[in-house]
T-cell receptor, first 114, second 110 residues
Framework: DTEVTQTPKHLVMGMTNKKSLKCEQHMGHRAMYWYKQKAKKPPELMFVYSYEKLSINESVPSRFSPECPNSSLLNLHLHALQPEDSALYLC?????????????FGSGTRLTVV | GESVGLHLPTLSVQEGDNSIINCAYSNSASDYFIWYKQESGKGPQFIIDIRSNMDKRQGQRVTVLLNKTVKHLSLQIAATQPGDSAVYFCAEKTSNQFYFGTGTSLTVIP
């Protein structure tokens, strides 16, 4: 298995809702990442998990809450989002944070906040 | 066809022509670089990488050039095909993380 799987592919949520994005990989990668991508913009790093521990939080608002239950799974819990949070949320993984290899990206979750 | 990267984010080329996509990176300490291709509705896909101790690397139909003096990367695509139409991002590795450049949208005209 050489893929990163993200679910759901599309999500519409209200500003008072709580939802979660899920990411799964079975490549034995020990680093996992959340990126946010607005239309026609590059992906922006949000969080980095290394060996299931949060190692980087790029000053992301607390309405986004990451979780890494085990080495294969990464969640992003969403609560009280704003319309400007609408974006493509990408998950990626790599062998580790220190290796010089590329990330494997999932296809993303297209989030719309109404 | 050739893009100027940050200042010309859209590039159109005729099928069969060569394409050159440019990228200016920001950190002189970055030691590893990747070009990604992102098709509509998909995540970024690895194309080719280069380490800072190299100035050129070739793959199948693609070549990456690195000029550390001016902090510049380029991606050359030979014999561009309609399937090459996508947004191309360069990414530099700094402090063990990748940061993406602005991106260039490549359109191949049949």
């Amino acid at each position: 298995d050489t893929e990163v799987t993200q679910t759901p592919k599309h999500l519409v949520m209200g500003m008072t809702n709580k939802k979660s994005l899920k990411c799964e990989q079975h490549m034995g990668h020990r680093a996992m990442y959340w990126y946010k991508q607005k239309a026609k913009k590059p992906p922006e790093l949000m969080f980095v998990y290394s060996y299931e521990k949060l190692s980087i939080n790029e000053s992301v608002p607390s309405r986004f809450s990451p979780e890494c239950p085990n080495s294969s799974l990464l969640n992003l819990h969403l609560h009280a989002l704003q319309p400007e949070d609408s974006a493509l949320y990408l998950c990626a993984s790599s062998l580790s944070t220190g290796d010089n290899y590329g990330y494997t990206f999932g296809s993303g979750t297209r989030l719309t906040v109404v | 066809g050739e893009s100027v990267g940050l200042h010309l984010p859209t590039l159109s080329v005729q099928e069969g022509d060569n394409s050159i996509i440019n990228c200016a990176y920001s950190n002189s300490a970055s030691d590893y670089f990747i070009w990604y291709k992102q098709e509509s509705g998909k995540g970024p896909q690895f194309i080719i990488d280069i380490r800072s101790n190299m100035d050129k690397r070739q793959g199948q139909r693609v070549t990456v050039l690195l000029n550390k003096t001016v902090k510049h990367l380029s991606l050359q695509i030979a014999a561009t095909q309609p399937g090459d139409s996508a947004v191309y991002f360069c990414a530099e590795k700094t402090s063990n993380q990748f940061y993406f450049g602005t991106g260039t949208s490549l359109t191949v005209i049949p």
